[in-house]
């Protein structure tokens, strides 16, 4: 069985894995947002063009190159029903900010849209000779990891997963003994902390600033971050005032919709009725105008509303990161020299800021942990900077034939 590496090789991003079984099978296909030279990258050029697409989640280092593929083709894309409403909405932001930088186009877009096969979890199908699966990740709603079953072989491609329980999700589940495991290894040398002290902290940090009378600043990517933080923070307190600007606003809209790819429905909607969701220039200036929560996109503070209120909130207030912030993002900017860049300019920030680690991926446990009980013949890490180091201690301390394949590499399984 040959699998084409054509992305997330050796990196963070871009995630595209074509199968060569009697169909051609691509798992994601996303974009790399932000790479050296600060512009986006898509995948590498496949050899022989895919039938189908299987998704495991809507975030666009998985699904963002999607619609580039019905330039030429038309083929189906196969996901779960909100991981293709969070990807209507991701598109068309894309389109907003892209434009004609973008490999797709409104007709391309809309194409794609039509083209969508629903999938839920353990429901099986076939593609061809292959039998497929989704099973939950873990990592947001409708995220999932890729079961296939072909030529007497099984194959398990993981996306990205979280096996520890959060406010909105109960985690992934142990697969055993598989042929394959394609696996992401983002966090493949460091471990989380764990999520009650963090949620404490949080709290903390959040009733010190509210105290002193300034507002407590989260940046926060718009799908998943967001919504487990309106969770987490009304799960502790019901009467802070909580404001969410940006993106995010319509992605826990959709989170309410499909209800049933979350935890806990009914106390989500009650922790979103009492949040206040900005709507135009009159609530911006409500949100700083008390001490407040403002949940605000983007995570890595490159683009959406949360560059304004860094420069209308009181010097009483505090950022509070609570994702990672790639390299020359805004995000690492204030991070580690203080400033942003807005439109060329730097501007200085001094407003104090923390971090706090609340990844929706696995940490190092949860992997060594997954990949054992998975018994692999075969280990295909991807979806990391250290594929190559994580990948020579799984042979030499564990036994297990591994490989961290290059951009473009074929492999052989
Ligand atoms: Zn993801
Ligand atoms: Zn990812």
């Known amino acids: 069985m040959k699998i084409e590496c054509l992305g997330a090789s050796q990196e963070v991003g871009r995630s595209a894995f074509l199968m060569h079984l009697d169909k051609k099978i691509m798992l994601d296909y996303g974009v790399k947002i932000f790479d050296k030279e600060g512009k986006p990258k898509y995948p590498e050029n496949f050899t022989q063009a895919p039938d189908i697409v299987l998704l495991s989640h809507a975030h666009l280092d998985h699904s963002g190159a999607i619609p580039a593929l019905y330039k030429e083709q038309d083929l189906r894309w196969v996901a779960t029903p909100p991981t293709r409403d969070f990807c209507e909405v991701l598109w068309t932001d894309s389109m907003k900010i892209m434009g004609e930088e973008l490999p797709y186009g409104k007709r391309e877009f809309k194409k794609a849209l039509r083209k969508w096969r629903p999938i839920t979890y353990n429901e099986g199908f076939r593609v061809g000779e292959a039998q497929v699966e989704y099973l939950d990740a873990g990592h947001i709603a409708g995220s999932a990891m890729i079961r296939i079953k072909s030529e007497g072989k099984e194959v398990l491609y993981t996306g990205d997963f979280k096996c520890e329980e959060t406010k909105l999700h109960k985690g992934a589940k142990y697969v055993e003994d598989v042929d394959v495991l394609i696996i992401e290894s983002t966090y493949s040398d460091r471990e989380h902390p ?93 949100a700083v105008a008390e001490p407040s929560v403002i949940i605000s996109s983007a995570g890595m503070m490159n683009g959406g509303p949360i560059l304004n209120y860094l420069f209308h909130v009181n010097a009483r207030s505090r950022i509070i990161f609570t994702g990672y912030c790639v390299e020359e993002t805004n995000g690492w900017y204030l991070q580690n020299k203080g400033f ?51 990948a020579q201690e799984l042979r030499e301390d564990f036994g297990y034939e591994v490989v961290a394949p290059k951009p473009g590499e074929v492999i052989e399984v």
Do not use: C
């Open 194 to 286: 764990p999520r009650q002290e963090l949620e404490e902290t949080l709290m903390e940090h959040i009733y010190e600033t509210l105290e002193n009378g300034g507002n407590a600043l989260l940046p926060s990517f718009a799908l998943g971050r967001t919504q487990e933080l309106i969770a987490v923070i009304r799960s502790y307190d019901i009467d802070i005032p909580v404001y969410v600007d940006g993106m995010g606003r319509e992605i826990t809209s959709l989170y309410l919709k499909h209800k049933q790819y979350i935890k806990n429905p009914k106390e989500f909607w009650k922790a979103v009725k009492r949040v206040k969701f900005v709507e135009g220039i009159p609530d911006k200036k409500e």
């Open 340 to 390: 942003i860049i807005k439109e060329g300019v730097e501007l200085h920030v001094d407003l104090p800021w923390e971090y706090l680690d609340f990844s929706a991926h696995a940490g190092r446990s949860d992997l060594l942990n997954f990949i054992k009980h998975a018994n692999p013949q075969k280990i295909v890490l991807v979806h990391g900077d250290k594929t190559e180091e994580f």
